[in-house]
């Protein structure tokens, strides 16, 4: 195995320690969390399990921690590594790519979904076909999206600057 590839305390350190990697984790931790604290505060009583699968796996809803996540990469790298060089136009393209993604195929998917799931409600009493729903969110709305951005970016800044 090439040197480079393993794994060892000091190369965790490092990465630990790196600004660029902090900041992207940071910022996708923080809008999970936070879209765990909206649906705690939208629900009565959500279990348990429900609040930790929000803050470790749950995607849609406010804010969009994919948004947060590629915005803070990309301004956390334009400061390290410049805002004109190669790597800082390969994430800023990256997070167009994956805002742009989450507004348009991930959400169209999840409102077919939606359609898909009423017409089985409907249709599986009466045909005799066992009918299992499917996710129906999968997308954001625009705002979902420009709130994770701007959490993006004051994240990026603020592990870029201090």
Not at 14 to 23: A, D, I, K
Not at 80 to 109: K, Q
């Amino acid at each position: 195995m090439p040197r480079n590839l393993v794994i060892n305390a000091g190369n965790l350190r490092v990465l630990l320690e790196s600004p660029v990697f902090l900041s992207a984790l940071s910022s996708w931790f923080l809008a999970q969390l936070l879209k765990t604290l909206i649906i705690l505060f939208r629900r009565r009583r959500p279990s348990v399990k429900d609040m930790a699968l929000t803050v470790l796996w749950k995607t849609g809803g406010m804010p969009s921690s994919h948004s947060a996540l590629v915005t803070s990469l990309a301004v956390s790298i334009g400061f390290s590594e410049g805002f004109s060089s190669n790597l800082f136009i390969v994430t800023l393209a990256f997070t167009l790519i994956v805002m742009r993604d989450s507004l348009g195929v991930r959400r169209s998917s999840g409102i077919q979904a939606r359609v898909l799931n009423q017409l089985g409600r409907q249709i599986a009493p009466t045909s005799g076909i066992e009918f299992t729903p499917v996710k129906e969110v999968q997308g954001h709305t625009p705002l979902e999206v420009i709130v994770g951005g701007l959490l993006g970016l004051f994240i990026g800044i603020a592990f870029a600057v201090l």
